[in-house]
């Protein structure tokens, strides 16, 4: 495979439970990135983190004071 010598990242955040046609969104995402010939896709699970408004989102299911 020819690979060019610029890209371009893209990045998408999305959630666990997130579904396409009762499959899980993520394996959907990376099966069309595959059909239409992009460089490479991988998934990462964040188990933690904040966004713009400085929430905490976590995965945890409870959280204790």
Request: aromatic share 14%; no cysteine.
């Given at each position: 495979?020819?690979?060019?010598?610029k890209g371009n990242l893209l990045r998408i955040f999305i959630g666990e439970s997130d579904k396409?046609?009762?499959k899980p969104l993520?394996?959907?995402i990376i099966s069309q990135a595959r059909e239409f010939g992009l460089a490479g896709a991988t998934v990462i699970r964040g188990v933690e983190g904040f966004g713009a408004h400085s929430r905490i989102h976590t995965t945890k299911i409870l959280?204790?004071?």
């Open positions: 495979m020819n690979r060019p010598e396409h046609n009762d993520y394996e959907w959280r204790l004071s």
